[in-house]
């Protein structure tokens, strides 16, 4: 019987969707060694489903309120059940009480972390794959607790493994813009890009929203009223293939920002929400994108000159392509699933 794993991540248009696209590429790294893997959500939206599912995933629904001793009993119910090899849990619940729970279940536990959100760490091994990431964000942790930190883990999704060789070419002049701000977006910044782009002219834009956002409608009207070329992709399936065609990305300081540096993308990145802060931050400092700071303290104007400034600015493009491509090599996926196979 292949080995499983059961990944405690939820998703939801409140809570976005995140945590769950990340565990679904340390999922598929999972399958490509042989193995099989179940979610287990209490939150999450149908398109997620239909994604998981899609891409051979089973999914559970546990009803509870994430993170509770409930939570903890049901999730180590549900692994095993299937005889999970291990349990992966991505999420702010998850603190230091469930993570016990777990371990006092008799369970292996890989916890995947943003900002050391937890009091104490009692997980096997600690996922934080940000640029940030450092040893002494978990000085409260078990002696045996692993720490997996820094772009070298960072997960991504099994259709940007095949760009790993591919070559971007540079135009003097950056006219093809990605703006790609989450799945769910809940405080809107899309529209507000949207409304600071609408007076480019000779800009090509493709912006991409997840179907769990609320605003399709009303984001669709508004790029009708675009000066520039803009297009609405709802749930891309395509999104290496936007990557390489556009010239600059203005996107999240979250994980999508690694894709981005993988792809040799130059973006503008905004702070969509606090465990983003220390990322956006280092995202800067790092030379890998230019850091607006939180979204709601950017104006539109600010936005236009930020993105007209980089689309001529060749060098500093260049560099940030190099950059990224150096921090994010695209085997994160292969050393973790490794390294819990040979626990």
């Known amino acids: 019987m292949p080995d499983r794993l059961l990944i405690r991540a939820d998703g939801s248009a409140r809570t976005g969707t995140g945590h769950v696209m990340r565990c679904l590429a340390l999922a598929q790294g999972w399958q490509r060694t042989g193995g099989q893997v179940v979610f287990a959500q209490a939150e999450s939206t149908p398109k997620l489903v239909e994604r998981l599912n899609r891409d051979g995933m089973e999914v559970v629904q546990l009803h509870v309120a994430p993170g509770t001793p409930e939570d903890a009993a049901q999730t180590a119910e549900q692994a095993r059940s299937r005889a999970a090899s291990a349990i992966v849990a991505d999420g702010y619940a998850f603190g230091a009480a469930w993570q016990q729970r777990i371990k006092a279940a008799g369970f292996r536990l890989l916890l995947l972390d943003d900002y050391a959100h937890a009091e104490h760490y009692s997980a096997d091994w600690v996922l934080n794959q940000n640029l940030n990431a450092d040893a002494n964000l978990y000085v409260q ?5 692993q720490l997996l930190l820094g772009t070298r883990y960072a ?9 790993a ?17 989450g799945g769910s977006d809940p405080d809107n910044v899309t529209s507000k890009v949207i409304a600071a782009l609408a007076p480019l002219h000779e800009a090509e834009i493709v912006v991409v929203v997840g179907g769990s956002n609320p605003r399709l409608a009303e984001l669709e009207a508004a790029g009708r009223t675009a000066q520039s070329t803009l297009r609405l992709v709802v749930d891309a399936t395509n999104m290496p293939e936007l990557m390489a065609w556009a010239d600059v990305a203005v996107a999240a300081a979250g994980t999508t920002s690694l894709e981005l540096a993988f792809m040799g993308l130059p973006a ?32 539109p104007d600010r936005i236009l000159d930020a993105l007209a400034e980089l689309q001529t ?28 196979r040979a626990n």
């Open 155 to 163: 997960q991504l999704r099994h259709e940007f493994l095949a760009w």
């Open 313 to 340: 600015d060749l060098p500093a493009r260049l560099e940030m392509s190099q950059r990224g491509r150096a921090a994010v090599d695209g085997a994160g996926t292969e050393r973790v699933a490794a390294i819990l």
């Open 141 to 145: 942790r078990e002696p045996y607790t």
């Open 268 to 299: 503008l990145t905004f702070v969509l929400a606090d465990n983003q802060r220390a990322s956006g931050e280092q995202l800067q400092t790092a030379g890998l994108a230019r850091n607006l700071g939180w979204h709601s303290d950017v104006s």
């Open 165 to 181: 060789k591919w070559q971007r070419g540079f135009p003097p002049v950056a006219r093809r813009v990605l703006v790609t701000l």
